[in-house]
């Protein structure tokens, strides 16, 4: 059964929250950071960013880069920007955006569930994004950014999260990308505990939505805590680590589309010709046309839409992996058709999250920088769930999840 235990956070003034709190790490490259950062001195991304105080050749990677994290967060602990709460707790983290709200649980997870497979994954890490995490948190000594969780739903949950919603939050702002955020104190200790029963009797597993990387180096940095301490007990807030934890029914998955900057040598006409060996290939027109349902992609290519609906021998859907629409456009396009074999190696293809609209895919390939642009439905919770659970990953660029974790609105120590 899972773990997932309340903590000492570290939150900001109110009437800062608005200016500290910022996207996480991984949406921004360096560039985009410290224009966004710019004039704002209290933004959290002088600390899970912190190349962007430093001159732009920097090495991304080094020391002095995460020293200088850690010296933006001392900082703002030091200035009473940031203070600790005085007894360990829960948060309640609401978000909303195009008019639907999702209510997440703040609490911290555990390293021994990550370990053990009682918080599940669906897609694979790169070591050097791993490390980068790795060497934030032992040099900061804090969780800085929250992963993002996912739980299956439990009406015992939900009756303590309505109680406590109907209370005044203690922040409640809206960002530039028109996301409501709002969160409120469960300081109740009775519910505290309720909370912590509940998981521990009721909740057999955690998922991991966002957030593989951090996920992994902080149950890794954790292991190394333990692995360090003579005395270790078990206890120690090293073993634990912050998320935010989202019943599954409440959770968005949008699209995850793909361009390509050309067609292998085929001119448009071989090309399409060559599609319709596997799919169902029916024109749109001019106008921006988006996938209807699982096995249809939408197709863009030299100022025209199409609707590829993929034929039956190309998926199968008893299988966990075989039924995504990922798998069929690279086993019956991109592989075969295009000559592009490994998705993360590939300098011939992009990706492109929906929340960009299927007019950036038009875009893109209206410029010349791309040949065709490749539209697909959105993977639901259930698929992601049944991948973890059978203990298979995902293809890379799966699953784009919104609105995104706002960081810097509470944050765990590791000591």
Known sequence: MAI???FRGYRPKKELVHKIASRPYDVLNSEEARKEAHGNAYSF??????????????DHYAEIVYETG???????????????DEFPMYYIYAQRLWGKTQYGLVGCASVSDYLKNFIRKHELTRPDKEEDRKNHIRVTNFNAEPVFFAYPDNEHIDTIVRRFISRTPVYDFETPDGVRHTLWLVDD???????EYIFKTQIPYTYVADGHHRTAAAAHVGEERKMKNPSHQGDEEYNFFL???????QLTIIDYNRVVKDLNGYT??????????????????????KPQKLHEFSMYIDGSWYALVAGEDTYDDHDPIDCLDVTVLSKAVLE???NIKDLRKSTRIDFVGGIRGLEELQRRVDSGEMAVAFALYPVSMDQLILIADTGNIMPPKTTWFEPKLRSGLVIHELE
């Open 189 to 195: 200790q009775k519910a505290v505990s309720e909370i």
């Open 336 to 338: 075969p058709v295009l």
């Open 70 to 84: 850690k010296a933006n967060l001392k900082k703002l602990i030091h200035d009473n920007i940031f203070r600790q």
């Open 4 to 6: 997932v235990k309340p």
């Open 268 to 289: 448009i006409h071989e090309f399409i010709q060559k599609l319709k060996e596997n799919f169902e290939v029916v024109p749109k027109g001019k106008q921006v046309y």
């Open 45 to 58: 991304l002088h600390v899970v960013k912190p190349e962007i105080d430093l001159p732009p050749d920097t």
């Open 243 to 249: 998320a935010v934890h989202f019943p599954a029914s």
